[in-house]
């Protein structure tokens, strides 16, 4: 069995719009009411995809869930009088952050010898607590292959859980067993904490980790004042590096010694507050990035566009790849779409380390399965939603029209 990681990226769905539904998230409240491009933004995130398959070899894909959802919109007895918000929710398309689709552990780390796989509860934020259900049927599709993976129900919805966006892994190779990370919130001033401690302790128990290798550190509250509403906005991981700001955590020099105790070999790359702020890291999303491992063994961040045209933060990374540090190469992507709405490059995958063989090969990419991507986001996507257009049937039916096409492309009929 040859164990990799794999990125599954979020396609981003056909009722990409900007509502402003998310509490806490600076960008989303800062474009809420503008524009949208979805079919724009679904082919960013094609292209994100296609520069990992090149680099790494293996790419994979999870799907938008069925939007507008009438469960939800049922629910909640929407009949043309409620708050615009209230409307918005069945038609987020959110589940496109798949960073917040599950936490994940690998085989390595588990009692049993499979990959753990638990979907986010999400419940701190209606338009993301609908996610769950479709989520899990989609993982368990995905994941369907028992010898390897083990695919759970949700943390109970008391504790809120927002998957792998407050989890790291670190480890010598992503085959071998590794030590992981669990950020919680507490307190964030005026925006809610949406990682509850005892969810974490109860996804690690639940997958079977070694309460030896597992740390449990808390985010800095000032962090999630200032919009950091997940770890992954302020910290990645990935194999021995922790890439991370100054102001990270509630403890930064007890988190460093937790995970040290736990895991030796780290090495802490960490981005001081003078050279780039708080506020300009949450702004264009350097630590929203994905850490790379490349196959030469060198390490490259995939950031936001925002990270170049931004003085401070490119000035700090053009200085960190001349000092020789692990971190050798610094690639900028296009997703602003997404960007927009409070999501960079991290916040699109959900990073799975496994056997490909493993993996229901209708989710992975290929260069040909881009085109057909490419080709069915072309001829489907709504070219551009404003919010107003939210409960219109016209759209709700080019929609749902929209994701049919795709799911029929891929033949994934079952998840209609």
Known sequence: MSLIEINFDGIVGPSHNYAGLSLGNIASASHKGDPSYPRAAALQGVTKM??????????????????????????????????????????SASSMWTANAATVSPAPDTQDGTCHLTPANLVTMLHRAQEWPDTLRMLDIAFGNRDHFTVHGPVPPTFGDEGAANHMRLCEGHGAAGVEVFVYG???????ARQHEQASRLVARAHGLD?????????????????????????????????????????????????????????VVEVPSDAVTLAEAIRT??????????????????????????????????????????????????????????????????????????????????EAKADLLEQVIAQNWPEQIDPADLGDETLASQIVAARAALLNALDLNELI
């Open 50 to 91: 296609r520069g990992n398959l090149a680099r790494l070899g293996a790419q994979g894909f999870l799907l938008p869930l069925p939007r507008p959802n009438a469960l939800l919109a049922g629910a909640l007895n929407l009949d043309g009088t409620e708050a615009p918000q209230l409307r918005a929710a069945p038609w």
């Open 186 to 192: 507490k307190t964030g001033g005026a925006f809610p």
């Open 211 to 267: 309460p030896a290798k597992c740390v449990f550190i808390e985010q800095n509250p000032a962090a999630i004042e200032a919009g950091a509403f997940h770890n992954d906005v302020v910290s990645v991981a990935n194999e021995r590096v922790l890439f991370t700001h100054a102001e990270a955590f509630a403890d930064q020099a007890g988190a460093y010694d937790a995970i040290r105790a736990a895991f030796p070999a780290l090495e």
């Open 285 to 366: 999303y350097l630590f929203n990035a994905q850490l790379l491992t490349l196959p030469d063994g060198a390490m490259a961040l995939i950031v936001p566009e925002e990270c170049r045209e931004s003085a401070s933060v490119w000035a700090w990374a053009e200085a960190m790849m001349a000092s020789n540090g692990p971190i050798r190469e610094v690639i900028p992507v296009d997703v602003r779409q997404s960007m927009a709405n409070g999501g960079g490059p991290a916040c699109l995958r959900l990073r799975v380390v496994c056997d490909p063989a493993a993996v229901d090969p209708r989710f992975m990419l290929s």
